[in-house]
Each structure stands twice: as C-alpha cells, then as structure tokens.
C-alpha cells in the first residue's frame, strides 16, 4: 500500500513555524510516520530548522531570503537566490516525490511552490494573517485549498476552496487547565497580568511596563508574568533592581518561555504585540488582551491583525507610538477595570480559538494528496 508522503514547509518567523508543526503533530497522531514520510523544507540558518531537528524531522534545506520591499540592487540578489533554490526545490521534489506539499506562508515557503506547480504536485495553503502575505496571494489561484485564520483575508485571496479555520494549535492549550497553569509557575494570587513581546521581546513594551509593575508591585491580590526576550532580560532585571531595590515578589521574570502555554493559560489578561502566532495562542488561551503592534512589520500586518482582534471584541488596541508607560497604564486599567467588558472579550477571544484547525487542515491535506493518486 502507498504511503502518502508529505512535503511541509514555512519558516522565517514562529508564526509560519508554530502552526505547520501544529498540523505535523496532528499527521504523526494519525498514524504517519515521521521517518520518510514528512519532510521539512526551509532555510537551515532559520529557526524551523532548530525546530525541525527538536521534533525529529528530515529536513530540506535552500537558501531563500525575504523580497526587497522598495526597488534595489537587493532584488537581483534575492532573485538569483528564489531561482537556485527553486532548482534546489525542483531536486528535492523528484528525489522524494511527494504527494502533496503544505506550506503556511512567508518567503520560504515560495521554492518547494514553484516546483509544485512545475511538477503538478497538489499544495494545500494556510494563511496566518489577517491581510494574506504575498507568497498567499500569488500561490492562492492553483492551490487544492486554501485555509485562512480571518474572515477578513478571504478578498485579498483567489482561490476557489477556502476554508476560515483560525490557526493550527499545539494541544497544551486545548489540555492544560488554569489551576494547573498556576501550579506550574507557583501562582497563589487571585488576578494574574502576562507581558510579552514575542521570543525576541519588544523594547517598547517592556519600558512602557515599569508603570504598570511600580503601580501593581504592592498589590497581594495581582502576579505579574513578564517575558521580556532574550535579548531584554538582563537590561529589565538591572533596571528593576535599581528602581525599586529588588525583583517584587508578585513578578515573574522571564528571558522566554519553551512552552508558552503554561503563563498564557495561567493569565488573566495579557499584553502583547499582534503578531499571528501570538494572537491565536491567546485566542487559544481565551486571554483578553491589549495589543501593541509592531508597527515596521512587513506589510504592516501587525497592524491589521491587532484592528481585525478589536472588532471581534477580544482586544483592545494602543498604537506603538502612543506607547508610553503613562499611556500603557491608563489603557490597561479602563480595560481590566470593566469586569464585564474583560468578560466578553475572553469570551470573543476564545471563539476565535481554532482548536479543530489543525484536524481540518490534515483532512485538506489528505484529501490533496489523493487527487494526486487518482490523477
């Protein structure tokens, strides 16, 4: 019997990274095996390729770098790179002969794409933001299906099977509980506030929070989980000691989480940057949050997702040049201080939650790779 092999593959940021190793994990619970039958494909100086080798995976490396934005000596450059690891892609693809090739989007993905439709090897798409990258757009047209996490994304999109399924999860947030959440982190305090700006952090958000901790550290019935990026932790940690003598007791400093899970789903309301892997983690969570995009996002996504959170009702919005610890502080306290508006906004948070979308983006994928066998 024929073994459906699977060419997976998005990269460059945890948002393409995170949900195709979501829909990884639903295949392998399903029976398939990691061992010849799924292949990473990417950039190996990127971060799928340290996730790929953590979760077991083969992986199938080009070198592919992001499209110039404004016209440049820069394109010639990265059009040289797109054809030689299209070629690459080409070799891989008639090496290994997949059935069916997903990819979540971003530059990385357009290579193994490329030879798809050279090949005519069925794609199934999975778009994270709220307006489509451009690799989305452009691939849209030809792909078996096209799955989208906003309602919203579907008129940037050409294709004829669309499915709107939030994004694929990993299953600690659709297991662990809160009580278990705080257990893990040693929480005993009633409200708990998280602060992240992604695994890298965000500079803004972390000097506009001294305000919040300086208002909040006294308070015994408030913790406070603040992950200030690798790169931040030490400049934080220094400057808390010498504002206010030592780390308060009701805060939780972190450089980063491995499973952010654990203080999403211990929190009670977060703030945060838009990115799309961190909102459907916090839909995932049912956090109500108040968002601060990054505003030099490519295409200026952030953004769009961070309006796109707010009209659904989850979120409520700051924009990064207003983000001032005074500011940061007055916004946070008319939020959280509406208990009933905290409420509907877990609550909208939480039916954006796609806890079935990896189980239905595998469907897609399978349902792919058998036009191939039937063609």
């Known amino acids: 019997m024929h073994r459906i092999k699977y060419f997976i593959t998005g990269g460059g940021t945890g948002g393409h990274i995170y949900p195709a190793l979501a829909v990884i994990r639903e295949l392998v619970k399903s029976g398939v095996s990691k061992d010849g039958e799924i292949f990473y494909l990417g950039n190996k100086n990127n971060l799928e390729y340290s996730v790929a080798q953590s979760e077991g995976l083969k992986f199938l490396s080009y070198d592919v770098s992001g499209m110039p934005r404004k016209f440049s000596p820069k394109i010639f450059v990265f059009a040289f790179k797109l054809i030689i690891a299209s070629f690459k892609a080409l070799f891989y693809a008639l090496r290994y002969r997949p059935d069916v090739v997903f990819a979540t989007g971003g530059y990385v993905c357009a290579p193994i794409l490329i030879a798809a439709k050279i090949l005519s090897i069925p794609y199934v798409l999975h778009d994270c933001d709220a307006h489509p990258g451009v690799v989305s757009r452009i691939f849209s047209h030809d792909a078996y299906a096209l799955s989208l996490a906003f309602e919203s994304a579907k008129e940037y999109t050409r294709c004829k099977n669309i499915h709107v399924l939030g994004n694929p999860i ?6 662990l ?15 708990v506030i998280l602060i992240m700006g992604g695994s ?24 406070i989980i603040w992950q200030t990026g690798k790169k931040n932790y030490e400049e934080v940690r220094g400057a ?4 206010l003598g030592e780390l308060p007791s009701n805060v939780i400093l972190k450089p980063y989480f491995e499973n952010m899970a654990i203080p999403l789903k211990a929190s009670d309301v977060a703030i945060s940057r838009s990115g799309s892997l961190s909102l459907s983690e916090l839909c995932a969570a049912g956090l109500p949050s108040l968002l601060i995009p990054y505003p030099y996002a490519a295409a200026d996504h952030q953004r769009i997702n961070a309006r796109k959170m707010c009209e659904t009702g989850a979120s409520v919005y700051l924009d990064d040049n207003d983000c001032s610890g005074q500011k940061l502080l007055e916004t946070f306290e008319n939020f959280v201080n509406d208990k009933n508006s ?14 079935d979308a990896s189980r239905e983006i595998v469907l897609l994928i399978n349902q792919a790779a058998l036009t191939k066998k039937q063609g």
């Open 170 to 175: 990993r299953e600690d947030f659709k297991t």
């Open 177 to 191: 509980t809160k009580e278990k959440a705080r257990e893990l982190l040693d929480i005993k305090r009633d409200f």
């Open 200 to 223: 890298s952090g965000a500079k803004k958000i972390n000097d506009a929070s001294f305000e919040l901790v300086k208002k909040y550290k006294d308070n015994p019935d408030t913790e």
């Open 240 to 243: 808390l000691e010498r504002e």
């Open 342 to 355: 905290l409420e509907r906004a877990a609550k909208c948070a939480k039916d954006n939650a796609g806890y």
